[in-house]
């Protein structure tokens, strides 16, 4: 079975799928004994109780525990258990019964704001589980048998891969979803290894033996043991043999950097031995808040980040890309037709002085005192005109390095131009992909256009790596597509000379830099570039 | 019929975490108990995590303890406390 694979480890497995979402119950008139459809009911509350409780009691993690175990109290709710009863004495099925009850209380906490947004999404999942219950349906959400095993879905959501367990959880394969879907980005942040957009998934069932193949984009049902024998054993290398920096068989350094969103992101980038920050996102500290933080807290936040990092580190951090599709409260929103096409990154930066001017003092304050060599970036980036006023700002307050991102293809095109007016360009190959294929990250139905591997894509980075090489200047990626072990090998041969990425992913990139020459490096990227379509792309740069 | 005011001290109000361990308690204390909001109508079960939930009681803001049975007193006495204490 084909697919899209995600990182470069094989492993075998038991398949568990995915525990479908119910349907909403049809509202028919019950035609169960009274008596017996309440207990129903209350058996299928009592049910979903106890395994919430269960959960919450096994679970390591203090915030995820309290959810829980509030999520069995909505279960055990005798006031919603009073309603529910009613409602099946004046007819209503269990399901239903359960299904309108706990609506009539979504309603409520819905109305009453953001407070309870949060608990709002628990109640659903509660009446998931209920409606489940009281159907004898398996229970939707991610399974836990208690055993080691390669979770199956359609696809998964962001709220079902927030508890994925590495440990038990040992590969992932989804039908739908591409290369930057949800789950690619978790499995390549988590090192899981997966197999995306693989259709014939469909055709699994729980208890198959599987072998996840991501370096071949493949899944084979019952492997025979020699087959998993020789899977396993090659891409199972001994990490010790390729600590250290990254870089090519023939010794050519490429910077392997991690992708950070604040302090609690540095402990892991350390460990997976990252090189610095290729992309520090400073959104986190701005989302959810009414107004902008105060000058002293930024320093305090990006002091963390700094300091994890030594001397010869590079940390680069990004100037606030937020505005039209993620927007903030203070930066006055103004309906627009087309938001990722809007006032978004520096257009909006530029649109609130203020905000830039105190996040640029707030940075050059923290890097002061701190050993890392700290590089400012501006998102979404144009032209050369934005390019030389974002230096000249960062200069105003002392910041010596300076660079923007790479996403809007015209700054592809126009890499020359710009790199005269900054000291580093980064690619943010997941936004560049969007805009050059005019596909939505997040649609679903376009995985073809949404595969970093595709030409049209490539050959825009192509252009940046040969600016990059005429002026001397460093050429980073910092999207999902630096965290592919086999397309970093192409990205070097456009001229990239630094991949940033999730922790996780940084130690299979290492390995897979580490096993090819510079020039096997150009070879393969000249062959992906001149492909026709991303699979043709992929084709070739599998092929040493 | 026993009756507490409290003013609510933790700083999420009567949300999430707080809730949780207001609805355990009056669960515990084995008799009936209500909670209203000073100012609203309605009391909700205290022993209901939806009820409490719904009624979006904030910090600050003042609520109204019922309790009917034995110990009601030291029971709304618990609950009260319980509320009035800001937050560890």
């Given at each position: 079975m084909s697919g899209v694979g995600i990182g470069d480890r094989a492993v075998a497995g038991p398949v568990v799928r995915m525990g479908a979402a119910v349907p909403e119950p049809d509202d028919v008139p019950r035609t169960v004994d009274v008596d017996v459809e309440s207990t129903r009911a209350v058996d299928a509350l009592a049910e979903v109780a106890a395994e919430l409780r269960r959960r919450a009691q096994h679970s390591r993690d203090a915030d995820a525990r309290d959810v829980l175990e509030a999520q069995a109290m909505m279960a055990e709710d005798p006031t919603l258990r009073?309603?529910?009863?009613?409602?099946?004495?004046?007819?209503?099925?269990?399901?239903?019964?359960?299904?309108?009850?706990?609506?009539?209380?979504?309603?409520?906490?819905?109305?009453?704001?953001?407070?309870?947004?949060?608990?709002?999404?628990?109640?659903?999942?509660?009446?998931?589980?209920?409606?489940?219950?009281?159907?004898?349906?398996?229970?939707?959400?991610?399974?836990?048998?208690?055993?080691?095993?390669?979770?199956?879905?359609?696809?998964?959501?962001?709220?079902?891969?927030?508890?994925?367990?590495?440990?038990?959880?040992?590969?992932?394969?989804?039908?739908?979803?591409?290369?930057?879907?949800?789950?690619?980005?978790?499995?390549?942040?988590?090192?899981?290894?997966?197999?995306?957009?693989?259709?014939?998934?469909?055709?699994?069932?729980?208890?198959?033996?599987?072998?996840?193949?991501?370096?071949?984009?493949?899944?084979?049902?019952?492997?025979?043991?020699?087959?998993?024998?020789?899977?396993?054993?090659?891409?199972?290398?001994?990490?010790?043999?390729?600590?250290?920096?990254?870089?090519?068989?023939?010794?050519?350094?490429v910077a392997l950097l991690a992708n950070v969103g604040g302090p609690d992101d540095v402990g892991a980038a350390v460990r997976a031995g990252a090189e610095g920050v290729g992309l520090y996102r400073t959104e986190l500290l701005f989302l959810d808040a009414d107004a902008a933080p105060e000058r002293g807290a930024q320093v305090q936040a990006y002091q963390q980040v700094f300091r994890g990092f030594s001397e010869g580190q590079r940390v680069v951090i990004r100037v606030l890309d937020a505005g039209a599709d993620k927007p903030l409260a203070f930066l006055d929103p103004q309906p627009e037709p087309n938001p990722a096409l809007g006032?978004?990154?520096?257009?909006?930066?530029?649109?609130?002085?203020?905000?830039?001017?105190?996040?640029?003092?707030?940075?050059?304050?923290?890097?002061?005192?701190?050993?890392?060599?700290?590089?400012?970036?501006?998102?979404?980036?144009?032209?050369?005109?934005?390019?030389?006023?974002?230096?000249?700002?960062?200069?105003?307050?002392?910041?010596s390095v300076s660079g923007v991102m790479v996403e809007v293809p015209s700054a592809a095109m126009l890499a020359p131009e710009i790199l005269a007016e900054a000291d580093f360009v980064s690619i943010g190959t997941n936004d560049l992909a969007q805009y050059a294929l005019a596909a939505d990250r997040q649609a679903s139905g376009l995985p073809t256009l949404q595969d970093p591997w595709h030409p049209g894509l490539l050959r825009l980075i192509a252009l940046v790596g040969a600016a990059g090489a005429s002026a001397g200047k460093p050429v980073g990626v910092c999207g999902e597509?630096?965290?592919?072990?086999?397309?970093?090998?192409?990205?070097?041969?456009?001229?990239?000379?630094?991949?940033?990425?999730?922790?996780?992913?940084?130690?299979?990139?290492?390995?897979?830099?580490a096993a090819v020459t510079f020039e096997e490096c150009r070879a393969l990227a000249g062959k992906a570039r001149a492909a026709g379509s991303a699979a043709q792309a992929r084709s070739a740069g599998a092929a040493v | 019929?026993?009756?507490?005011?409290?003013?609510?001290?933790?700083?999420?109000?009567?949300?999430?975490?707080?809730?949780?361990?207001?609805?355990?308690?009056?669960?515990?204390?084995?008799?009936?108990?209500?909670?209203?909001?000073?100012?609203?109508?309605?009391?909700?079960?205290?022993?209901?995590?939806?009820?409490?939930?719904?009624?979006?009681?904030?910090?600050?803001?003042?609520?109204?303890?019922?309790a009917d049975g034995d110990d009601a007193d030291a029971a709304l006495d618990r609950l009260a406390a319980l509320l009035g204490e800001p937050d560890a």
């Open positions: 009073d309603e529910i009863t009613s409602a099946v004495r004046a007819g209503k099925t269990a399901a239903r019964g359960i299904f309108e009850a706990y609506g009539r209380y979504r309603e409520m906490l819905a109305a009453a704001g953001p407070y309870l947004a949060a608990r709002v999404a628990d109640l659903d999942d509660v009446r998931q589980r209920a409606v489940a219950a009281s159907l004898g349906v398996t229970v939707p959400g991610v399974p836990s048998p208690g055993y080691p095993f390669v979770l199956v879905a359609t696809d998964l959501a962001p709220a079902d891969t927030a508890t994925l367990d590495p440990a038990l959880v040992r590969a992932l394969i989804t039908e739908q979803g591409g290369p930057t879907s949800h789950t690619a980005v978790l499995a390549r942040a988590r090192d899981i290894p997966a197999v995306v957009g693989c259709a014939d998934a469909a055709l699994l069932v729980d208890g198959d033996a599987v072998l996840v193949d991501p370096a071949h984009s493949l899944v084979v049902r019952d492997p025979d043991a020699s087959l998993v024998a020789a899977a396993t054993e090659v891409s199972g290398s001994d990490d010790a043999a390729f600590a250290g920096p990254g870089r090519t068989a023939d010794g050519v350094a006032v978004r990154g520096l257009r909006a930066l530029r649109a609130h002085p203020r905000i830039l001017e105190t996040q640029l003092a707030a940075i050059a304050e923290a890097a002061k005192h701190s050993a890392a060599d700290v590089w400012v970036m501006a998102p979404m980036v144009a032209e050369p005109a934005e390019a030389s006023w974002f230096r000249e700002r960062c200069q105003a307050h002392g910041l597509a630096a965290a592919d072990p086999m397309l970093a090998r192409v990205l070097v041969g456009l001229g990239v000379t630094s991949l940033s990425m999730a922790p996780g992913a940084i130690a299979g990139v290492r390995r897979s830099l | 019929m026993p009756v507490r005011h409290v003013a609510v001290a933790g700083a999420e109000g009567l949300h999430a975490r707080p809730a949780a361990l207001f609805v355990k308690a009056a669960t515990d204390a084995g008799i009936a108990v209500t909670i209203g909001k000073v100012g609203s109508d309605g009391h909700a079960d205290a022993r209901s995590i939806l009820a409490v939930l719904a009624l979006d009681v904030r910090h600050g803001d003042e609520v109204v303890l019922r």
